[in-house]
């Protein structure tokens, strides 16, 4: 059974940066495409970007701007979610997802996912 197990949440000022971890297990060799989403108050989930595990490739949604990072490392099979120069309307809380083996072309969908973790909070303060 897959399983993702989300850490690093927490409160920030506004310019911060805060590293988000996502451990996943289950997958036993197998390929997979790991999302980053945000539920902000009042908006529905928002991509943020998508690693695909074979290679590494990330894809970014346009509203990281340049600000967010996607990262993994296979030896901990964990992924990163590197968010710098925060900004109040950053807040929110932030998901991992996963779908077994590809990433869709041209697609960072929340329904394209499976497997989630648990959440974890985001709080900028200006």
């Known amino acids: 059974q897959v399983h993702l197990m989300e850490s690093g949440g927490g409160s920030v000022q506004a310019g911060g940066s805060v590293r988000l971890s996502c451990e996943v297990s289950?997958?036993?060799?197998?390929?997979?495409?790991m999302g980053w989403f945000r539920q902000t108050s009042g908006k529905e989930r928002e991509g943020l970007a998508r690693?695909?595990?074979?290679?590494?490739?990330?894809i970014y949604g346009d509203t990281v701007n340049g600000r967010f990072t996607v990262s993994q490392d296979n030896a901990k099979n964990t992924v990163y979610l590197q968010m710098n120069s925060l900004k109040p309307e950053d807040t929110g809380t932030y998901y991992c997802?996963?779908?077994?083996?590809?990433?869709?072309?041209?697609?960072?969908?929340?329904?394209?996912?499976?497997?989630w973790g648990q959440g974890t909070p985001v709080i900028v303060s200006s």
């Open positions: 997802a996963t779908r077994r083996r590809w990433c869709l072309p041209g697609r960072l969908e929340p329904t394209d996912y499976d497997t």
């Open positions: 289950g997958y036993r060799g197998i390929d997979y495409c």
């Open positions: 690693l695909y595990s074979g290679d590494g490739e990330v």
